[in-house]
């Protein structure tokens, strides 16, 4: 199983990016998928995810301004982000999970991507 997170890059506070998680081995309409993000000497933090059956939740913070979906065609999982903050600047990761729950603890997932770099410019 290999997920690659993609889509990062340099932005502008108040702007937008789209994240892309893309699976080989791994159905993601069979699995609950898990969007994580860290900085440098910080704990890797829950930025939302999406069960197996649809189902989205997001951390707070991500609320009203992240957007999870799925192309189960395609079998890649997007986050949305827009209206972006200094703040969101971080590696974010996607996390792939055998259950019907969106778990908010990384270790619950059981297989995992490399990060893609998102920075956000003031």
């Known amino acids: 199983v290999q997920l690659q997170a993609s889509g990062g890059g340099l932005v502008e506070a108040g702007g937008s990016l789209r994240l892309s998680c893309a699976a080989s081995?791994?159905?993601?309409?069979?699995?609950?998928t898990g969007w994580f993000r860290q900085t440098p000497g910080l704990e890797r933090e829950f930025v939302g995810g999406v069960s197996r059956n649809g189902y989205t939740h997001y951390a707070d913070s991500m609320k009203g301004r992240f957007t999870i979906s799925r192309d189960n065609a395609k079998n890649v999982v997007y986050l949305q982000m827009n209206i972006l903050r200094p703040e969101d600047t971080a590696v974010y990761s996607c996390?792939?999970?055998?259950?019907?729950?969106?778990?908010?603890?990384?270790?619950?997932?059981?297989?995992w991507g490399q990060g893609t770099q998102v920075t956000v410019s003031s």
């Open positions: 081995g791994l159905t993601f309409s069979r699995y609950t």
């Open positions: 996390a792939a999970l055998n259950s019907f729950y969106v778990s908010l603890q990384a270790y619950d997932y059981d297989y």
